[in-house]
């Protein structure tokens, strides 16, 4: 018992220094040589048939050449060097040193790292194995399966297999390149994060972000910071965007717009669809059609509208609770559509607002019918004509009390500077008009039935009525005219649904319920790189070939992470506010 007694305490003096040391590197050499008055304390090691190899705690080195330092555990590899740990990476180099107690590497010269889906080509290159990172500022190269991946300063963290590239990075494909002022790849999947103001640029598009995810093998993405994609002729913004080259299809969620730079307009809502190949884009939740009309704005607004069609043939088409406004008139339908090269404009009813008619006002002259088209010349802008197909109804409101009415089968339209100037009623018509004199005094009411009518405007007035081919027609008192007559069959006044303002266009409806948007934070504050150390401890022998000042983190060359005392999300707000003074030249002003 007291033999086993002393072997135990014997064994724990001696466990601690056991568990302490540290590993020495083993070598084998066909030749070994010393020279103490050039490398004291060294062994010169080379090539003879085999190179020159060293092992220590899971990696190897070849090389031709090496100035082995055996008591400091540390050598210096020149020529056809190899190192290999594991069987996932390899690196070559013309140059190689290597501290066995610190277990930090660093190469140079024509130095490729390979990994299973990327090769890295740099200068130089310092590679820590306590940390497991790799790390060069003096300019790289990562070949991937599907991309070239280039930078001033980088750093790899194997762990992970992920790349982390700041300063001057480009991404170079075939379909594109992208610019960015930091990027973090993975290479297992092509997955890049895009940091700080960012371009994926191709033939047919160029997508900018501050913040943004690409996938660069399945060619897609996501971009959640003033992010905007620019077409031929088409500029998309919002909150999120979603592009996806290979279907040349892109989305976009929350405080959308999209910028027509050919035909001057631009639409907004809190979802968008844009087909890039078929020309086409569809928008809701709010969506806002908004068009330089003759130096006037115009504005439709719908639940969906739909743009498609080149740029010199641009169709809008706008479905349920249509409104539409501009300077001099407002109207309001089930569906509508615009034929921005033909100048033609369609409201539709197809009856899902019950048996409310299309309805358009200009002044005080409210018109309905089954069908409105409103005729612009395409070379001036200007409305040219106005058509209302059956049940054609013209009522203005008297200017003390009443309404003028005029009805048919068929209402066409004249305008004069965008102003309605005449209006012309066929089949069937019927007119309840308050006659007054010059003075403006009511002298009574004319009811009258005739085949067709024509009216005169002036100031959106009625100024003069011409009756044609006149069946009955009566000017009676206004005392003496029944009230309950003084409406013809089919009147109905809707102005209370008039559209006054832009605010007007959204009146009724309720605040649409936005999409919650995952967005893309920066990376958690990385340790620095040179900073995993003991104190005291060079992660280089002093007999190293650096000068120890160039083992310094360098502020410039720091990555961008999420600092803890400061939120992600102030920025983002910060840059939202400024959102609207982003516009360039290219974008339409439409107030």
Known sequence: MKQIFLFLIFSLCFLPSALGQTQKINYESDRTLRNEERYPG??????????????????????????????ANFFKAYGNIRMQQGDSVSMTSNYAEYNGDTEFAFASGNVKMRRPETTLETDSLFFNRITQQAYYRSGGKVTDTASVLTSRVGRYFLNEDKYSFITDVVVKNPDYTIHSEQIDFYSENGN??????????????????????????????????????????????????????????????????VIDTINKSKITGHYAEVYRDKDSVFITKR?????????????????????????????????????????????????????????????????????????????????????????????????????????????????????????????????????????DIDKNTETLYYMRNEKD??????????????ILFEDRKITDIYYYNQVDGKLTPEPDFPPNARQLKGFNWRGDERIMSKKGLFEGQPEPKLTKIQGIPLPDEPEEFFDQREKNKPLLNKNSRLDPKILQNRKEDTLKFKHPNLPDIKEDLKNEKKKDSLETKEEVKIE
């Open 287 to 423: 969506a806002v059609a908004a068009m330089l009309q003759d130096k006037d704005s115009v504005f439709i607004h719908s639940d969906t509208l739909m743009v498609t069609g080149k740029p010199e043939q641009r169709v809008i088409r706008g479905f349920y609770d249509v409104r539409i406004l501009k300077n001099d008139m407002s109207g309001r339908s089930d569906s509508i559509y615009t034929n921005q090269s033909s100048g033609i404009t369609k409201l539709i009813n197809l009856r899902r607002m019950g048996d409310k008619d299309p309805v358009l006002w200009s002044g005080e002259n409210q018109m309905t019918g089954d069908t409105i088209q409103l005729i612009s010349n395409p070379k001036t802008e200007k409305l040219d004509t106005l058509l209302v197909f059956n049940n054609a109804f013209l009522i203005q409101k008297d200017t003390i009390k009443g309404y003028n009415q005029i009805k048919g089968k068929y209402l066409v339209g004249l305008f004069d500077d965008n102003e309605l100037s005449q209006v």
């Open 42 to 71: 060294a062994f010169i090691l080379s090539k003879v048939d085999n190179q020159v190899y060293f092992d220590h705690n899971g990696i190897e080195v070849w090389c031709d050449n090496a100035i082995f330092y055996k008591e």
């Open 441 to 454: 005094t009511l002298i009574g009411i004319n009811k009258t039935l005739s085949s067709s009518i024509k």
């Open 192 to 257: 890049a994060y895009l940091y700080g103001p960012s371009t994926i640029e191709s033939e047919t598009s160029t997508v900018y972000c501050e913040r943004g995810f690409y996938d660069t093998r399945e060619d897609h993405g996501y971009f959640v910071k003033n992010s905007r994609i620019d077409y031929d002729n088409r500029i998309l913004k919002g909150d999120s965007l979603y592009f996806n080259r290979k279907r040349s299809f892109a989305s976009a969620t929350n405080n959308i717009r």
